[in-house]
């Protein structure tokens, strides 16, 4: 099936900022989601719209969408921050999701 | 705050249909605009969404499963399920729920899922 290729890992220091993209030609039509999942965890929306936070997510995370790329922003990384991120948007008639980063906060 | 808990086996036969319940507390199912969505999550095939379901009834199905994927939702008792037949091994994964806000506006929450295994 149709995924969002996303790089499958991302290492980054404390205190810096980590850079997550995701691929596809149907994001020069759609808006792009972002979802957060930590080991044994459901699925957390952090991005919605492409740049959106939801109520209660931090402001440290950002979106944006250009082109046929989306990309995720985690500014003054933290320890809790590590998880796998995966991207998602809407193709014509099903949603598809990305293949997943995972980001380890070194 | 509203909340999802998935229900239903987590072991099935090869061939057989997998029947899972969602049920949804801290909200009604009623509500315009939002959809109610089943999903699945396997290591060889990562996210994966296999359709939605409206409190009217109206769904639409990822076009992959659509042969083998049936779902209704009953109001009364606030709850959405999904039946998926034909199982094969490649089935096997965790299964969602979630909330389906639109296109632009995430699935937000999810259900904790539960890993359905097919085995013989």
């Known amino acids: 099936s149709y995924q969002l290729t996303q790089p499958p890992s991302v290492s980054v220091s404390p205190g810096q900022t980590a850079t997550i993209t995701c691929s596809g030609d149907?994001?020069?039509?759609?808006?792009a989601c972002w979802y957060q999942q930590k080991p044994g965890q459901s699925p957390v929306l952090v991005i919605y719209?492409?740049?959106q936070r939801p109520s209660g997510i931090p402001e440290r995370f950002s979106g944006s969408n250009s082109g046929n790329t989306a990309t995720l922003t985690i500014s003054g990384t933290q320890a809790m921050d590590e998880a796998d991120y995966f991207c998602?948007?809407?193709?014509?008639?099903?949603?598809?999701f990305g293949t997943g980063t995972t980001v380890t906060v070194l | 705050q509203i909340q999802l808990q998935e229900s239903g086996p987590g072991l099935v036969r090869p061939s057989e249909t997998l029947s899972l319940t969602c049920s949804v507390s801290?909200?009604?199912?009623?509500?315009?605009?939002?959809?109610w969505s089943w999903l699945r999550q396997s290591p060889g095939k990562g996210l994966e969404w296999i359709g939605y379901?409206?409190?009217?009834?109206?769904?639409k199905y990822n076009p992959s499963l659509k042969s083998r994927v049936t779902m209704s939702v009953d109001t009364s008792k606030n709850q959405f399920s999904l039946n998926l037949k034909s199982l094969t091994a490649a089935d096997t994964a965790v299964y969602f729920c979630?909330?389906?806000?639109?296109?632009?506006?995430?699935?937000?929450?999810w259900g904790q899922g539960t890993l359905v295994t097919v085995l013989s």
């Open positions: 979630a909330r389906d806000l639109g296109a632009s506006e995430g699935f937000d929450p």
């Open positions: 801290g909200g009604s199912l009623r509500r315009s605009a939002v959809y």
């Open positions: 149907t994001l020069e039509s759609s808006h």
């Open positions: 379901i409206y409190f009217t009834g109206s769904y």
């Open positions: 998602q948007a809407w193709d014509s008639s099903l949603y598809v």
């Open positions: 719209q492409n740049s």
